[in-house]
């Protein structure tokens, strides 16, 4: 079962020449094959690739989310509009994988457009969650979560906009690390928020992250909001102790969370454990956040879906499912005359608070800490109706998607009956991932919860 | 009720698009000549068509010559300065939205002197052109084909304020400017290409102040055509104010052929961009030493050339006019000017023998050259220095009521001994060097 | 400011955005858009007097190109039509519309 290796176990694996690359490939494909029509995780699968052991990812099988523009593998967003796209040109992320050594063994399911928390708005059905089909796995990468739970690849590829990483990493009880605005391209990625988008490695483990961080990271002249800040080496780490670190934690008090709150709590221990100072600490009320966010994703939406019509492509307008037409038509009423001070303006304004908020908590604190999701992964209907599901899903990540912060999920608890997961999410400031990793890997490492390192 | 004593006043402000001439687009890489690509759509990329995750990149270039058209009009430069997103769909335009600049252009407040007085330039900013719809039939259904060529093109926008008061001053506006982006080197403004691209606003107002509608006046693609278009639209208007009508606030079409405007569609109020800064886009900021760096090597403006080369080298303005083309033409043509000064011939005259076409002209000669090809041109036989010198000695003597005319200040007296040494020599002379020498006898 | 969310305001809001939505719809959404406007609208409380916008968050300014052809990214003509609906001779192909010049 070759396919349960980490990312990790299998380049070290390959280099010793104890396993064929083949037969990984071969472990993952019939994985897929066993499991896709299941769970409809792959919406494209791709079984060609080449044997790469003097690259670093030694042509691995990777999944990448249906938002990745790669050439000539149809590029669907989830949506029926693009449902027969085939790029003329790669991502740049995507690109820095294949030169990394990876190859996209299939791209995955997505909330349509990334619209959503729970992958349930894809035009091609919605996935299912590998730990507990009867459960949705979070979104909108919950394609790319599910594949790494289900050990359908070896890692995976996702984008957050606003908790669209982490969220269904804590779902699918896997890792997902978002790192800082700018670090990874946004070129060649069907833009969904442009002020926020990060391309971010799905994994098994938090070294699997930072080892794909590591490839994927990196200033691109086609993206002039990416950084020109050295990529450092993010697994050097790994295995870091944390005595001394000063950790905040944040939005212990916040109504609705109270049951996974009370299973959450008690995790927090280890780190005092390990040497670090745990605090309670206060954040503006997130709740705020979930207006900004909404305003201003969605005003960025309704501005970066315009470009889709049925002249450079094969579908037009018509064919936006329900949540894309709410979302461009609030989105467009949120910019528009007399009203985009009141909304856009305003909102960036309450943004600029919630930064600082941020800010200031990092002058005490190393990394702040709080659940990912104020619960486990939530039963498939349940979401049904609600029209703001996603950004109020969301809320507890969306400051520091906003703020541009880096961040990971982890799991953190395991509920043996259902099988499912509570993630925890570790932030730090921008640039910072050091501290995520290094937080997120002694949490990993010392706790139980992960089940591919100390199994359940 | 009329009153056909009215008179009213035009109050007209003009919008003019100009392409720059950068090697690429404004902000993507791709090759920025769409009217002379050999077929449609070659020129293209993931930015540029609307494709997923195309993204935008600032041509350094584009923003730089903007800001030096804005100091050349005298404008304020804004130190602080970004792009935003104005949304609107048209085919030719595959982002849905065309990046432009909505508050914080890159130039505002200037002016540019009109020999019918000052016009006011409000704002200068960049932004991105469209693609170009062709309109066919086929297969008996009505389409438009789309070329994306074009879109991607860095477009300056120069807004003037209402300030223009005839149809004549907005003609020479608009050549004037014209003839300083050529100068600049900034851009070709070839009108039949597409390249410059006017839009005036028009009304009349009875008594100075601002009238409460604007008729824009849009298509015209000469700057003939703009005067007819202004006179006719004044008359027009005219016309419904003196019945008491207002004109409606609207968009209207020139129809050349007919010589007269058409309605386009009712402008009621403005459309609703949903402009928003891009945020793909990070901020431009300059510092004032940057602005003061780029207004020193902002060349002397055809002008002030024209002025310069009247006084240093007393060349007519008709001639200078003709050949001040752009900074890097002048300022050769000053080395040669100079040159020739140096070398006792009129610069004038190599003016003329240029423009004349009896001397090649081209940007990479050196100043010798072209005194050498003039002096070929213009070869006098060659004339022994004491030959001269004897005549000249010889007319001095035959005309001493001439001389002492001349010592006494009568200085006019010149032409008639040098057509004295004419005569008498019968031969192809070079005057310059003939009467330097009988100034100097004179002087004895 | 409470907004009296109704089918108008949404028809004109599906104009804007160049959504075709039909009548049926047209009333769904107004539902939708109320439900998320309350939210937002939550947002008026706050007392934002004097805090600036953030629009970006990498703090970067000044990111331009220099005026180079890049080729390696151009698309060629196939390139560039090869996911379009209708083309011809090289062009993009669209209906004719009304207000055309």
Known sequence: MLNKLTLKQAIDKLGNKEVKLEDIWLDVLNSIKDKNSKFNIYLNINEKYQDQLNKPLKGLPIAVKDNFCTKDLITTASSLLLKDFKPQFESTVTQKLKDAGGEIVGKTNMDAWAHGSSTETSQFGRTLNPRNSEHLPGGSSGGSAAAVAADMCIAALGTETAGSVRQPAAWCGVVGLKPTYGRTSRYGIAAMASSTDSPSPITKTVEDAAILLNHIAGHDPLNATSSTKEVPDFTENLGKSIKDLKIGVIYHDLKGLEDAWALFAPQLDIFTKLGASVEYAQAMDPKHAVGVYTVVQRSEVSSNLARFDDVRYQHGRDTFGDEAKRRIMLGTHTLSKGYADQYYNMSQQVRTMMIKDYEKLFETYDVLVSLTSPGFAKKIGATEGEAMFGELEDMLLEVSSLGGFPGASVPCYHDKKTNLYLGMNIMAPMWREDLVIQVADAFEKNTHWNSWRNND | ?444 | ?101
């Open chain 3, 1 to 101: 400011m409470k907004q009296a969310v109704n089918k108008q305001l949404v028809k004109h809001i599906a104009q804007l955005a160049n959504i075709p939505i039909s009548s049926q719809e047209e009333e769904e959404l107004a539902k939708d858009f109320s439900k998320t406007l309350e939210v937002v609208d939550k947002l008026q409380k706050v007392d934002t007097k004097g805090v600036e916008m953030t629009h970006q968050v990498t703090g970067l300014t000044n990111i331009t190109r220099e005026d180079e052809v890049n080729e390696k990214n151009m698309f060629t003509q196939k390139e560039a039509l090869a996911n379009a609906s209708r083309t011809h001779d090289g062009f993009f192909v669209v209906e004719r519309l009304i207000d055309v010049e």
């Open chain 2, 1 to 444: 009720m009329t009153d056909s004593n009215k008179n009213y006043q035009l109050i007209c402000g003009l919008e003019v698009h100009a392409e720059l001439k950068t090697k690429s687009k404004m902000f993507c890489g791709c090759k920025n000549d769409p009217f002379h690509a050999p077929e449609p759509n070659i020129y293209t990329c993931p930015t540029c068509l609307g494709m997923p995750g195309g993204l935008p990149v600032p041509n350094k270039k584009a923003i730089e010559w903007t800001i030096k058209l804005g100091l050349a009009l005298n404008c304020k430069i804004n130190l602080f300065s970004k792009f935003d997103r104005k949304h609107y769909f048209y085919p030719d335009l595959p982002k849905g939205y065309q990046i432009s600049q909505y508050d914080i252009p890159f130039c505002y407040d200037g002016y540019m002197d009109t020999s019918e007085g000052r016009v006011g330039i409000t704002r200068i900013h960049l932004e991105e052109d469209t693609g170009k719809l062709l309109h066919k039939t086929i297969d008996g259904k009505k389409v438009s084909l789309v070329d994306f060529n074009r879109g991607g093109v860095p477009l300056v926008e120069v807004v003037t304020e209402p300030d223009i008061k005839t149809a004549t001053q907005a003609a020479e506006y608009g050549r004037k400017l014209r003839d300083i982006i050529r100068y600049l080197d900034i851009g070709n403004c070839e009108m039949q290409q597409g390249g410059m691209r006017l839009e005036a606003n028009i009304s009349l107002s009875e008594n100075g102040d601002l009238p409460n509608y604007k008729v824009e006046v849009k298509n015209i693609n000469s700057f003939k055509y703009m005067e007819q278009a202004i006179a006719y639209e004044i008359k027009r208007q005219t016309t419904l104010l003196k019945d008491g009508k207002t004109p409606a606030q609207e968009t209207r079409g020139w129809d050349l052929n007919k010589q007269s405007s058409f309605s386009q569609r009712t402008k009621e109020s403005a459309e609703d961009y949903r402009y928003f800064p891009d945020p793909d886009i990070p901020p431009l900021q300059f510092t004032k030493e940057q602005v003061e760096k780029w207004k020193k090597e902002l060349p002397a403006l055809p002008e002030q050339v024209i002025n310069d080369w009247k006084t240093k080298f007393s060349i007519e303005e008709k001639y200078s006019k003709l050949l001040i083309n752009n900074s890097q033409t002048t300022a050769l043509l000053k080395s040669i000017f100079t040159t020739a000064l140096e070398n006792e011939i009129e610069p004038n005259n190599i003016a003329k023998e240029i423009i004349n076409k009896n001397i090649k002209f081209n940007n990479n000669l050196k100043p010798q050259e072209v005194i050498t090809a003039y002096q070929q041109l213009h070869q006098t036989d060659d004339l022994d220095s004491n030959v001269l010198a004897q005549t000249i000695e010889q007319i001095l003597a035959a005309n001493p009521d001439a001389v002492t005319k001349y010592k006494a200040g009568k200085t006019q007296v010149i032409g008639f001994l040098l057509g004295q040494v004419a005569q008498q020599l019968q031969q192809k002379l070079d005057m310059k060097q003939v009467r330097t020498k009988l100034l100097k006898a004179l002087e004895n």
